[in-house]
């Protein structure tokens, strides 16, 4: 499946979810969504203007469109696009050339989209996605980029009503105070009054437990209110 990526995309991916083994294409999409904006912000810190800027006129760089490439990772092998700038001196950080794996990059794709994580928890999952010290301003670029994309699918508005209403908890690995721990992500998916399925959250937690659960339905209702 290929869709352009664009602020519209998780939704346009989590309606085609029909099982709870398509959750892996959502991973997929999530992974691509994410990957592509990281490396859009890189590309911005490298050029040193954002895209459409006054600024980047007569810089002597510029934007020049994109590569594909296919990246495989735990929830199997997803296309990004890569972009490029005029003078071909733009190599992207989080994705080497040559790299074809992302280890563990994708579950901890998931987790940023997860409910709860703050900027400062994305900065430092994204300080640890890189596996490396890279500059303040770039992390500040990225962090502002994906939280922006997050945000937006968070805020999306929900239908009043889901005859059926799958849940499931997903175990992942993210990074906190300077360590590695499981957490699980709670994933709500429901089906609305037209047989269309939609993920309606996600949400992450120390451990899966009733009270959580109670504490994610109390909030879809009162979004739905």
Not at 145 to 161: F, S
Request: hydrophobic share 40%.
């Amino acid at each position: 499946m290929s869709v352009e990526l664009d602020e519209k995309l998780v939704d346009q991916i989590a309606s085609q979810i029909k099982t709870q083994d398509d959750l892996a294409d959502l991973s997929r999409l999530l992974l691509k969504a994410a990957v592509e904006r990281v490396m859009a912000a890189e590309l911005e810190n490298h050029l040193g203007y954002a895209k459409h800027s006054l600024e980047g006129h007569n810089s002597g760089n510029s934007r020049n469109g994109s590569s594909s490439k296919n990246l495989k990772g735990d929830f199997g092998e997803v296309e990004v696009k890569i972009p490029r700038d005029r003078n071909g001196d733009f190599t992207p950080q989080l994705i080497a050339k040559g790299q074809t794996r992302v280890n563990k990059l994708d579950k901890q794709i998931l987790a940023l989209y997860a409910r709860g994580m703050t900027t400062r928890d994305i900065a430092e999952a994204i300080q640890e996605m890189y596996g490396a010290d890279v500059s303040p301003t770039l992390i500040s670029k990225v962090t502002d980029a994906v939280y922006d994309e997050v945000r937006t699918w968070q805020n999306r508005p929900l239908e009043r009503l889901f005859p059926i209403l799958y849940l499931d908890g997903l175990v992942v690995k993210v990074h906190q105070d300077k360590r590695v721990i499981r957490k699980t992500v709670y994933v709500a998916l429901g089906v609305n009054t037209e047989g269309q399925k939609e993920l309606l959250g996600l949400w992450l937690a120390e451990t899966e437990g009733a009270k959580f659960w109670l504490s994610v339905l109390t909030e879809l209702n009162r979004e739905k209110s």
